[in-house]
């Protein structure tokens, strides 16, 4: 298994490192850092503290990592190691990131002085310097290895600490206490790339378990409770399943959105030949699964369920691609994200079109003068995010009342949230060097605790002008998207009795949409995929095969969050919505295993293609 790039790649090494403090400390901190970094310099009295504070508990590890581009930094690292002993090794390190407020000539030249290198055997002097420069070289490795792109970079028994460097956080970190093992909990599991995948199955699994349990009735009771707001007789309640199923998956919808814009304007699906394949294969795999359901349930009460088989589920699919790891190619991993994406749309368009209640044009008018107002925001270059947000909860009350699927409102706010062009990222930092470094001076004043307010407000303004309001809502609603919102979803949703009479009764539904997932998706979006290249109008890569696409294919099987979200609006009746949960539980199920089985089996074309690669369009027949 590939190590974490947030670990130490190689263990603390007394015999090698440079280490302070006793081997057999509880506790150990590694230090990257660099002589000419600034932010070393000012954290090298805070280790200090903290070694006071620890005593013989803490182990302290200080490894090269010069800055980039520094001459002077280099050399720096150079010349201590030219120290023949650890206290000759620390007295020069001291000196070097305490003497003067900066770096200078004049410290190297002190410290070359007390370690007795101006007057050294020449062919030493050779030997010493290539020792050195291996040493520091060595540490650079190590650098790379764990992550580190700053210095300073700590990392706290062999993990990487991204907290504050003040003495406060670090101790709290080194102590391990509650509040930073939550939170280290917490990022391991988000940074894990199943992780969404299988808090939605851990959902899903746990409302089966209360549906089919003596809580039945609690559990379904507490999910039609009526929850909303009152003044005299006037008000609004929802059920909190529908609160969930109408409000919450709308922030969902809005992140969909958001993820449609990006891809289109700046990701996979901004350039036609990119975009081509991916399209071309959703485009198959939406319709295909509708033809096949359409042509088993022609006609009758289920004939309005042909869109349960249309939707992939993002997040599981790509939960089990991250799992197989470095069997899936790259390339495979884009395209089946970005076929995903379409696939969005399409579920987005045929819920607006089929899938909505009898329309209101007086709803319908208030939505589009609020459609207009975000409109003359985004023209003005409006970037503050709440006038957004307010017009965005007017927007979904106008489209709740106009029949249109309230969560609709979401994928249309999204289009008006602005991205902007890229910011002066070097002109910026340097105004926030300068602020920080000008509060800095005023620290020590009289009555003076802190940054002025004016200056946290240019800061404030700084950071708003590097990450626009589309990126900054994308990186925390999707979050809460996918680790809230969903398995909330899941779990007003997916509970369903099973019962032998729920199968027998409706044996022709099962079929149709597991036929859908199971072999309407892969066979759509494989073969209008390869139809696409052999027409030339789109190019599979020759990262994989067409036999890891058919594994891809069977993995866009996976419905699950948006085929439970059409099977609601399509089957009003209880039973007929169960069957339908059942039916996509298990032809997800099948078809999550068809998928990985085939992504396991199959092999990458580097593994076993011989002679030089066509570099070329590739065609169905070149496999």
């Given at each position: ?214 809580l039945e009735q609690v559990f379904d009771w507490a999910w039609d409770q009526k929850l ?396």
């Amino acid at each position: 298994m590939k190590r974490p790039n947030n670990r130490l790649d190689r263990p603390v090494d007394p015999n090698y490192d440079h280490v302070l403090g006793p081997p057999d400390a509880p506790i150990t901190l590694v230090e990257y850092g660099s002589y000419d970094c600034p932010y070393c310099r000012a954290a090298n009295e805070k280790i200090a503290q903290i070694r006071d504070q620890f005593g013989d508990r803490l182990r302290y590890v200080f490894r090269h990592r010069p800055i980039t581009g520094s001459e002077l930094a280099r050399r720096a690292a150079y010349l201590v190691e030219h120290a023949r002993t650890p206290k000759e090794f620390w007295d020069a390190h001291l000196k070097l990131m305490s003497r003067s407020a900066s770096l200078t000539e004049n410290d190297l030249i002190a410290v070359a002085n007390d370690l007795g290198l101006t007057e050294e055997d020449p062919i030493k002097a050779e030997e010493a310097m290539k020792g050195a420069m291996a040493r520091v070289e060595a540490d650079e490795h190590s650098a790379r290895a764990s992550g580190v792109m700053v210095t300073p970079t700590f990392f706290i028994n062999g993990r990487r600490y991204d907290g504050p460097w003040d003495e406060s956080s670090l101790t709290d970190a080194l102590l391990n206490r509650l509040g930073h093992r939550v939170r280290t909990a917490a990022l391991d599991f988000v940074s894990w790339g199943p992780s969404a995948g299988v808090l939605l199955l851990l959902a899903t699994m746990l409302a089966i378990a209360l549906t089919n349990s003596p809580l039945e009735q609690v559990f379904d009771w507490a999910w039609d409770q009526k929850l909303g707001l009152a003044v005299g007789n006037l008000g609004f309640q929802m059920s909190l399943r529908h609160w969930v199923n109408d409000a919450l998956l709308t922030i969902f919808f809005l992140v969909v959105g958001l993820e449609i814009k990006r891809e289109f304007t700046v990701g996979h699906l901004a350039g036609p030949r990119s975009a081509a394949l991916p399209i071309a294969g959703a485009i198959g795999g939406m319709i295909v699964p509708a033809g096949i359901y359409m042509t088993l349930i022609p006609q009758g009460g289920w004939a309005h369920g042909w869109g349960v088989p249309m939707a992939t589920d993002t997040a599981f699919a790509l939960a089990l691609i991250a799992m197989l790891g470095s069997r899936v190619p790259v390339e495979l991993r884009i395209f089946l994200t970005a076929a995903a994406i379409v696939d969005d749309i399409g579920a987005i368009a045929v819920v607006a079109a089929f899938y909505s209640d009898d329309l209101h044009l007086g709803s319908l008018a208030g939505a589009a003068v609020v459609v207009a107002g975000l409109a003359l925001l985004n023209r003005a270059h409006v970037y503050r995010v709440t006038p957004y947000a307010l017009l965005g909860v007017v927007l979904w009350a106008c489209v709740h009342a106009s029949g249109l699927h309230a969560t609709l409102a979401g994928v249309i706010l999204a289009l008006f949230i602005p991205t902007r062009p890229p910011a002066d990222l070097r002109g910026l930092m340097i105004q926030a060097d300068t602020i920080i470094a000008a509060e800095a001076q005023q620290a020590g004043g009289v009555l003076r605790h802190g940054p002025s307010t004016m200056a946290m407000r240019t800061l404030d303004d700084i950071f708003d002008r590097i990450e626009s309001p589309a990126d900054r809502l994308l990186r925390h609603a999707g979050a809460r998207s996918s680790y809230a919102i969903l398995p909330l979803f899941a779990l007003a949703n997916a509970g369903v009795p099973i019962s032998h009479d729920l199968w027998s009764s409706h044996q022709l539904l099962f079929a149709a949409i597991m036929a859908g997932l199971m072999i309407g998706k892969p066979l759509g979006l494989v073969s209008v995929a390869a139809l696409a290249v052999a027409l030339r109008i789109a190019v599979k890569p020759n990262a994989y095969s067409w036999l890891q696409l058919v594994g891809a294919g069977a993995l866009a099987g996976i419905g699950f969050t948006m085929s439970l979200f059409i099977a609601g609006q399509a089957f009003p009746n209880p039973s007929d919505f169960g069957a339908a949960k059942i039916a996509v539980f298990a032809a997800s199920a099948i078809s999550a295993i068809v998928g990985t089985v085939i992504l396991l089996s199959a092999k990458n074309p580097e593994e076993d293609s011989e002679g030089e690669p066509n570099n070329g369009v590739s065609s169905p027949d070149d496999e």
